[in-house]
């Protein structure tokens, strides 16, 4: 990675670390792991419910695993601009990056998609190019003019041309979401006492044949777990033979929701290249001796 890369990640990781200091203040994160707790944004914190029990509404708000399981591709929805499409449009050639949000969900929701955007601008990767993102709204009230607003303002954080045919911003009937939701293991709810939606938060990335192939939870997601996740999910079509190279010395705990380092296989892959550098230099000292006779 580049100095330049190094310096913005390093300033993308200190906002990062801004922005949750500023929803802690205010409210408790819905994490989205298996179990959500806390208090989703939006939802009153309730004097009467003990801090070690799950308000009523988290309850059933909860992002489920369902990893090698495959989305139902012929799910009908709109794009930004109002035309019908179907989920399988956007699969087939590259890996997916799949998110839920709503689009005028006041806090929560724009915090997974800024963890995001900053988290695939440090890639050299690009949305469009090697792999393409889909961000569905589970509320199906919403339209595709809240869509493409939500499109361009991320178009324009994004700053790559070719991410205008790779970012996808769709919206749903109720019929659809639910069964895509439900699918992904995305489980969230409508809180009448606030009005809000209370949900999980994190990023799903999907296979070109769209299969689930692995998430992460929160908000803040490591460049370097996501360009892992894609590199996978493209059956390592993508990426250089570095990053393969380091994508073999790191496992993904589906447990933790990112990658672990694994010490054998550094050390396999260390033993073989010295391996090689000895036999390289037991091939030019050989051909040194046979040239000089």
């Known amino acids: 990675m580049s100095g330049g890369s190094g ?16 929803l802690a203040m ?20 309730d004097p009467t419910i003990p801090s070690n029990q799950v308000p009523g509404v988290l309850s059933r708000v909860s992002f489920e695993q369902r990893l090698n399981e495959r989305l139902p591709l012929g799910l009908p929805f709109k794009d930004e601009h109002g035309r019908d499409v179907k989920l399988g449009d956007y699969f087939g050639r590259k890996p997916v990056v799949l998110t839920f949000v709503y689009y005028e969900c006041p806090m929560l ?5 800024n963890g995001l955007e900053s988290a695939l601008r440090v890639l050299n ?15 199906p009230k919403e339209t595709p003019v809240l869509a493409l607003g939500k499109k361009k303002a991320y ?3 994004y700053k790559r041309p070719e991410a205008e045919q790779g970012w996808h911003f769709l919206t749903g009937d109720k019929r659809s979401i639910d069964v895509l939701t439900e699918a992904a293991g995305f489980t969230y709810t409508w809180d009448a006492a606030s009005h809000q939606f209370a949900h999980p ?15 992460f939870f929160g908000v803040d997601y ?21 990053d393969k190279l380091l994508l073999y010395c790191y496992h993904y705990d589906p447990k933790t929701g990112n990658y672990g380092f694994v010490a054998m296989r550094a050390v396999r892959i260390g033993g073989a ?21």
Do not use: H, W
């Open 125 to 139: 990767e690009s949305i469009g190019r090697e792999f393409d993102v889909v961000t569905v709204s589970f509320d």
């Open 273 to 293: 290249m010295t391996l090689l550098a000895l036999v390289g230099f037991v091939f030019v000292s050989l051909r040194r001796e046979t040239n000089g006779q």
């Open 109 to 113: 929701c724009t915090e997974v998609l």
């Open 7 to 22: 310096q913005e990640l390093s300033q993308r990781m200190a906002v990062s670390n801004l922005r949750i200091g500023l």
């Open 155 to 157: 178009l324009e954080r």
């Open 222 to 242: 490591s460049p370097r777990d996501v360009k892992f996740a894609l590199i996978e999910s493209s059956n390592e079509k993508i990426g250089s033979l570095a």
């Open 26 to 45: 205010g409210m408790a994160l819905v994490s989205g792991i298996v179990s959500a707790q806390g208090n989703a944004p939006g939802v009153r914190p």
């Open 201 to 215: 938060s994190g990023i799903v990335v999907v296979t070109p044949q769209g299969v689930v192939s692995r998430y």
